[in-house]
């Protein structure tokens, strides 16, 4: 059984970076064909894609966050991480870890609140 668990600080203040590891059990991240997303919802908002790291380290983000965003592992711990930088208000969500397998999300974690705030 897969398992995501995400951690990281639940207040950022604004134009900081926030950042957040998912630690993933039960599987490893460099199996050939899974993608290890990130995803936000807003408050009172829909679910927003952030972006992926595949099983070869290649990644993708949203067009919208692309500039102010970096996904990242650490095989060796079998987890990887979300780097946001300048944060603002409208960053506050929670964020969720999750994994992709032929283009479906199969696996998430519980999801972490973020408040950017100062």
């Known amino acids: 059984q897969v398992q995501l668990q995400e951690s990281g600080p639940g207040l950022v203040k604004p134009s900081q970076i926030l950042s957040l590891t998912c630690a993933v059990s039960g599987g490893s991240i460099t199996t050939n064909y899974y993608y290890w997303s990130w995803i936000r919802q807003s408050p009172g908002k829909g679910l927003e894609w952030i972006g992926y790291?595949?099983?070869?380290?290649?990644?993708y983000y949203s067009p919208s966050l692309k500039s102010r965003t970096s996904i990242s592992r650490d095989t060796s711990k079998n987890q990887f991480t979300l780097q946001l930088s300048s944060v603002t208000p409208e960053d506050t969500a929670v964020y969720y870890c999750?994994?992709?397998?032929?283009?479906?999300?199969?696996?998430w974690g519980k999801g972490t609140l973020v408040t950017v705030s100062s």
């Open positions: 790291i595949a099983y070869s380290g290649s990644t």
């Open positions: 999750a994994r992709v397998e032929q283009g479906y999300l199969d696996y």
